[in-house]
């Protein structure tokens, strides 16, 4: 059975992870450290950066196929410094990003924390270069909301994500950015796209290339 060592900044996405890779054949480990959320906002991204390359080499240590990272600033991070190894280091915006670059017309893209938006939208835009595709998106942050997820208030903070929701043109083409918003997105009426479409597919082809 293959093992994937899943890097997450915070606990709730454990649930969403599981959920969505039930079908695969893998055993999933989880590792969480929320520590960089507190951080990204006044140290070097530099030495952030270098945070992140030891616990990547943390989880190598433990004897897993592959790697999937599920928060889009340690994502990020990793453009500021080199990290080799030789098995997949899956990260999970790039099939989101597929999806957003399907469309050439305006989009939403949703945030509840602003410290994401910059390195999500630097990446965003730098695939979108790579795969010659020219997108028209715009952002916004649902203020006061991402302090509840953090304080473990999660009914509430699905509340805040779908009355804003609810308050979006209909005929508008909205996702939301952070897995953490997922199960609101869901819960809405509306049809939004979010980081967990596609993903089993995407995480099957890179581990396949490995094979």
Request: net charge negative; proline share 3%; glycine share 2%.
């Amino acid at each position: 059975m293959i093992k994937i060592g899943c890097l997450h900044a915070h606990y709730s996405n454990i649930e969403y992870i599981e959920e969505t890779l039930t079908a695969l054949e893998a055993e999933l480990v989880h590792f969480v450290d929320p520590g960089l959320i507190y951080h990204i906002n006044w140290k070097p991204k530099y030495e952030l950066a270098i945070k992140v390359k030891e616990q990547l080499n943390w989880i190598l240590s433990c004897q897993v196929d592959a790697i999937f990272i599920t928060c889009t600033n340690y994502i990020a991070l990793l453009d500021e410094i080199p990290f080799q190894t030789n098995i997949p280091v899956i990260k999970i915006d790039e099939p989101f990003f597929e999806q957003i670059c399907k469309h050439d017309h305006e989009q939403l893209l949703l945030f509840t924390n602003p410290a994401t938006v910059s390195g999500t939208m630097a990446r965003l835009h730098q695939y979108a270069d790579k795969k010659k595709k020219t997108i028209n998106v715009e952002v916004s942050v649902i203020e006061n909301s991402f302090e509840l997820i953090m304080s473990g208030r999660k009914d509430a903070y699905n509340q805040v994500i779908m009355d804003y929701l609810d308050t979006c043109d209909n005929d508008t083409i909205i996702s939301v950015a952070q897995l953490s918003m997922v199960e609101a997105a869901r819960l809405s009426k509306k049809e939004i796209g979010h980081p967990l479409d596609s993903l089993e597919k995407h995480i099957v082809r890179q581990i396949a290339k490995q094979v």
